[in-house]
């Protein structure tokens, strides 16, 4: 890359152009790191000798952000240990969860993996046949069993890898579902309620762009493929729009996250329901049961059907009809 870094002239290895500032590998490591750093002291986010689980799933962003509060936990006076769930995925969990295990290792930090089939019953490849999109559902899958699993730690944060654009995205849908709930809760740090542990976004003034400039500069291995359910994921198209707002316009973004932390979020007032307790799992639910049990009921459901369909193919299409439950005088064998 032509150019030099501007503070210690070596040849240029990132182009920040929010920040019309080009800086070689080194100052760049420093100038992210730094950048989470501040970010963490500016959002309250880890009080001092408080343990952080930080939820690795592998990715350019979850390495990145395990990397850098590593690199920090002496100046933050914390604890790191990290939790990676294997969601069952066929040709994706086989790949990232031994990625995530070797990267934890590296770094000497204690990583939990959670098998989502063996602990909790089921995988996400089951959920397709249910009629919401995977990613959705895997979605509240993960933030349940990240949760539980960080207190059963007993963490007092539980860190995640959602950058700049990931906020940014997640801010553009809940607004133009008009969603103010989720605008009410989409903060760089919510603090612990109940059972709910505390959760903490430290990489939520760094661009997605960055992210990847810090695993390349320090040669840290990921998961570069993408995950068979994400070509769904409308994200992607808010990302896009928000990497075209900022071609245009550098520094938008940071913009957007400012006015929307600073002066649109404080205005909006929404009652939260108080935090119920599972009626079938104790986790904490803003309804009597929670999202997580919900799926796995409608799981179990499918394969009580689909059983039932091949038990009747086997016993042949009489028996088939006769198992109905329209009844007797549209069923019954001719
Ligand atoms: P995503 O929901 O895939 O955009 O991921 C957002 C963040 O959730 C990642 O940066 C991780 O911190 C966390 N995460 C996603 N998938 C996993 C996983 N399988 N195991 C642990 N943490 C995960
Ligand atoms: Fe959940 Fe892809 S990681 S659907
Ligand atoms: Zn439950």
Redesign the pocket.
């Known amino acids: 890359m032509a150019g030099k870094c501007r503070v210690c002239g070596a040849p240029a290895y990132a182009r920040l152009e929010y920040a019309n500032l080009q800086l070689c590998r080194d100052d760049f490591v420093r100038f992210f790191e730094r950048r989470v750093e501040r970010t963490v002291e500016r959002y309250g986010m880890f009080e001092r000798g408080s343990r952080v689980a ?4 592998g ?1 350019k ?2 390495v990145a ?1 395990l990397h850098s509060l590593w690199k920090l936990r002496g100046k933050l006076g914390v604890e790191l240990v990290a ?5 069952g995925i066929a040709g994706h969990s086989d790949r ?1 969860v031994p990625l ?1 295990r070797r990267v934890c290792e590296r770094l000497g930090v204690p990583c939990r993996v ?1 098998d989502l089939r063996g602990e909790y019953g089921f995988s996400v490849d089951e959920l397709r046949g249910l009629r919401r999109p995977v990613c959705s559902l895997c ?1 509240a899958v ?1 933030r349940y069993v ?1 949760n539980r699993e960080a207190r059963e730690l007993g963490a007092h944060v539980l ?4 950058n700049l654009d ?1 906020f940014l995205a997640a801010l553009l849908q809940a607004y133009i579902r008009g969603d103010l709930k989720a605008l009410a809760k989409l903060r760089p740090y919510l603090p612990p309620e109940g059972k709910l542990v505390a959760r903490a976004k430290p990489l939520v003034e760094t661009p997605e762009r960055d992210t990847k400039l810090y695993v390349e500069a320090l040669g840290l291995e990921h998961v570069t493929w993408k ?1 068979p359910y994400s070509s769904g994921a409308s ?1 992607f198209e808010y990302k896009r729009v928000l990497d075209l707002l900022e071609e245009e316009h550098p520094s938008i973004k940071f913009q957007m996250l400012r006015s929307f932390l600073e002066r649109i979020q404080p205005l909006i007032s929404v009652e939260e329901p108080s935090l119920l307790s599972c009626s079938k799992c104790g986790e904490p639910s803003s309804s009597p049961v929670c999202q997580f049990c919900r799926i796995k009921s409608m799981i179990a459901k499918l394969e009580t059907n689909e059983a039932r369909l091949t038990s009747s193919r086997r016993r042949g299409p009489g028996f088939e009809r006769a198992a109905s439950p329209l009844g007797s005088s549209q069923t019954s064998p001719r």
């Open positions: 930080v939820a690795v799933s990715g962003d979850s952000l939790i990676t769930i294997d969601l990232y995530a959670v979605g993960k990240l860190a995640t890898g959602h990931d995950c994200s």
